[in-house]
Each structure stands twice: as C-alpha cells, then as structure tokens.
C-alpha cells in the first residue's frame, strides 16, 4: 500500500468511522433524534458524522490518558503498555523513521484500530449509559442498551488494550531499526 492509501486508511479508522458508530448509536437508542436524522440528506448525514468525528476524539484522548491508560496497565501489566517515551515520541519517531525509509506497512492500521475501538467505545459507553436513565418507554428495549454495554465493555478492556500493545510493540521494533542505522552512521564516520 502506498503512502497515500496508508494515510486514507489511518484517517478512515481514526477520524471518520467513530464518528459513523456514534452517529448510529445515537439514531439507535434515541427515537426522538431518529425523527431529526431521517429529515437530512445523504450530504447532511456526511457533514453530521464529520463535526462528530471532529470533537469525538480529543474528550477521548483525554479519557484514554487520564482514565483508561491506568486500568490497562493493572489489568495487562505483561503487555508493558507503560511505555511513556514511545508514546511521547510516536510522530518523531514515525518522521525518523521514513526520513529512512523504515516502513512498518501494518503501523497505520493497527494505530488506526487502536484509536477506532478506543474513541468508539468511550462515547458509545457514555450515549449507553446515558440511555438507562432516559425515558424507554417508546425507544429499543433495554437489551439492546445492555447488548452494546457488553460490546463496549468488550472493546474497552479485552480489545484496545492489545491494539496498543501492537503499535507499541511495532515502534520498539523501529526505534531497534533507527539504532542500528545510526550505529551504521556512526561507524562509516569514524572509519
């Protein structure tokens, strides 16, 4: 795949498929939005899923960082996902990297996941659990709320956390590369 169809993918798994699952969350367990959301076009719907893809994912940074990073790490201390320099340095890390032409095709897709999961189930967690307090008496059953909260629970703490493990593990593997080019470089100058 080249550069262009691995950025196509990242930004389709990070950006606009969460905003899609929320969006369809929402029209799922909220009737009254249903009435709203059937009265758009197909452009209206498209520019919808963007603004919520657009404001999904910083609250979901954010609660990733400060809420789930510290569970993830009880729960999977043998994935070592307290990796905080990798973390820190992904993108000088990535730039380095094809300034090399060090290419890990799958990086961008596991990356992509990792964010599609992560964002997706935090607000579909958040829009799940806002719905057992809201009015069911002409919406989807409750076991179509409790099903989702399964799924989401699912997501959030069997899958994500394996999806970051993976990237994580794929930038080791590329900082080992990037050290064993600069030792290259290092021996050619001093030779």
């Not at 969460?18 to 520019?47: C, K, T």
């Not at 657009?54 to 070592?80: C, D, M, R, T, V």
């Amino acid at each position: 795949m080249g550069q262009l169809g691995s950025l196509g993918l990242f930004l389709t798994l990070s950006f606009v498929l969460p905003g899609l699952v929320i969006y369809s969350s929402i029209y799922l367990l909220f009737p009254e939005v249903r009435i709203f959301i059937d009265g758009l076009n197909a452009f209206q719907s498209f520019a919808a899923i963007i603004v919520i893809s657009f404001f999904q994912g910083h609250p979901a940074f954010i609660a990733e960082i400060k809420l789930l990073n510290p569970i993830w790490k009880k729960l999977y201390s043998n994935y070592k996902l307290d990796r905080p320099g990798h973390e820190l340095n992904r993108t000088r890390i990535i730039a380095l990297a094809e300034s090399h032409n060090i290419i890990h095709n799958q990086f961008d897709q596991i990356i992509g996941e990792f964010i599609l999961y992560t964002n997706t189930s935090l607000w579909v967690l958040v829009i799940v659990l806002y719905s057992f307090f809201y009015d069911h008496s002409n919406s989807p059953p409750l076991v179509v709320s409790l099903i989702m909260l399964l799924i989401t629970l699912i997501a959030l703490f069997m899958v994500c956390p394996k999806f970051k493990k993976s990237y994580l593990d794929i930038l080791e593997i590329i900082l080992e590369q990037l050290k064993k080019i600069e030792e290259n470089e290092t021996e050619e100058k001093q030779g």
